[in-house]
């Protein structure tokens, strides 16, 4: 029986593996993970992380195939395939910092590999990493190899967070990518096997590891790019009077363009697009190449400053003041459908509105007060590394109430600010929130979600992003 071990518990390796257990009964899989928390959390009913679907697949396999253990090297030793799943943040101090990738991890996991490998493996790239960095796990493993032979594939994954489970049942492609030697081609092979189980071969692709590794950064840089353009015309629509909504539709009719990622709004967040476009960045001026860096930059610059034109839309519209005013915050994750906060623009959002002495109630139906406190309080890029090396009780923000219903956070508040598109927003009984709040009431839609017309009709002054403005 093949075995399979994943190191890391997180996001990707998580609903990966229980998906592999799922449509490969006959392989053994087991995730590990150093941080007692996260396994205990995987091993119970409630799971570490949201994401539609993944309760009822990892409930299937749980205690059949499918394993969550703290026990990391045990299984590392016993598998034939090892993916490394760990977190590779954005490096704050030294060589790089402020855009390269932090391989700390990375290499910690690739050094115990090494240490507890007793039989010839294959070790699967599955983090988001910088090119180049299968070469660099190669000369740890070889050099430590005590004669066993190691190969190394880089495997990136596409999820969409909110979509991973129909994602992984579904895929549009799987990227395997390996050295081209006879050893390289037949570890492609044996990784492609375990995804043929359920994948069609056609979009199975197979590449060098080069290839591999760079087409995750240029996948989230271009749709990140999407993002970044409508933004910018979103500014030029508020400045013009033409409609973002109605300019989108008009470009996505065009098949070369598509409609998808043209959503107008206050700005991308997520674990990935910064974090990648940040890396390429990088990429690009190590290798002599600031034309292409300085592209690439843009579209992160275009995106910071989305969010700073939101925060001073809501402060101008307000009469140039929102010290000590309530604003109701809807909405904290980086997108609907998933309870993650990573990059979320809400953070740089709320943060703006707080250095004018807002004072914010916030409401996510997937987010905790631990967490929106710490993300509030945490230093950029911090959130990256594992929980255990994060600030351990970070200062809590004394202008920040974190509620449970949508209503108690509008309740006399002078504006409320939609920063994810979840879908009881829109269901929302409008008018029972325009009764309980401060006049004039504000609705800052930061997601062009609710019905314009509708809430002026109630009283509401209304500021969609690309839409004409309101004298």
Request: aromatic fraction near 8%; proline fraction near 4%.
């Amino acid at each position: 029986m093949v075995k399979i071990c994943c190191i890391g518990a997180g996001y990707v390796g998580g609903p990966t593996m229980a998906v592999i257990a799922l449509k490969c009964p006959n392989i053994q899989v087991a995730v590990v993970d150093i941080s007692v928390a996260r396994i205990n959390a995987w091993n119970s009913d409630t799971l570490p992380i949201y994401e539609p679907g993944l309760d009822e697949v990892v409930k299937k396999c749980r205690g059949k195939n499918l394993s969550f253990s703290t026990d990391v090297e045990k299984h590392v030793s016993e598998a034939d395939i090892v993916f490394v799943s760990v977190n590779t943040p954005t490096k704050t101090q030294g060589l790089g910092a402020g855009k390269a990738a932090d391989l700390t991890y990375w290499e910690s996991a690739a050094r115990m590999i090494a240490d507890v490998t007793k039989s010839n493996k294959i070790v699967v790239e599955k983090s988001t990493v910088p090119v180049k960095t299968a070469e660099a796990i190669e000369k740890i493993l070889t050099h430590n190899s005590k004669g066993i032979n190691f190969q190394i594939l880089s495997n990136p994954e596409f999820l969409a967070e909110g979509t991973a489970i129909s994602d992984l049942f579904n895929p549009d492609r799987v990227l395997i990518g390996g050295r081209e030697t006879p050893e390289g081609k037949k570890a492609i092979e044996t990784l492609r096997d375990v995804y043929a189980q359920w994948v069609p071969m056609d979009r199975i692709l197979c590449t060098n590891l080069w290839s591999a590794e760079l087409s995750k950064l240029a996948a989230n840089a271009f749709l990140a790019q999407r993002i970044s353009s409508v933004n910018s015309m979103s500014a030029l629509c508020e400045a013009t009077g033409a409609d973002v909504s109605q300019v989108s539709h008009a470009v996505g009719k065009d098949t070369r363009i598509g409609p998808k990622f043209l959503n107008a709004s206050v700005g991308f967040g997520g674990s990935c697009f910064q974090k990648d476009i940040l890396n390429l960045v990088y990429i690009c001026e190590c290798n002599g190449l600031p034309e292409v860096a300085n592209y690439w930059k843009q579209v992160i610059k275009v995106n910071d400053y989305q969010k700073t034109r939101f925060v001073n839309r809501i402060v101008s519209s307000m009469f140039n003041t929102v010290s000590g005013k309530k604003i109701a915050i809807l909405g904290f994750a980086f997108k609907k459908d998933t309870g993650d906060t990573r990059e979320t623009p809400a953070i740089d959002v709320c943060k703006g509105l707080i250095g004018d002495k807002a004072k914010l109630s916030i409401y996510d139906p997937q987010v905790n007060q631990d967490q929106i406190q710490r993300d509030l309080s945490m230093k950029k890029f911090d959130w990256d590394h594992p929980v255990h090396l994060q600030p351990m009780s970070p200062t809590s923000v004394t202008d920040v109430s974190v509620v449970w219903d949508a209503y108690t956070a509008t309740k006399d508040a002078h504006g409320l600010c939609i920063l994810t598109e979840w879908d009881e927003f829109t269901k929302l009984d409008y008018q029972k929130i325009f009764d309980n709040m401060q006049k004039p009431a504000f609705v800052f839609d930061g997601r062009n979600i609710v019905d314009v017309e509708k809430l002026k009709k109630i009283g509401f002054i209304v500021y969609s992003i690309g839409k004409p403005l309101d004298d």
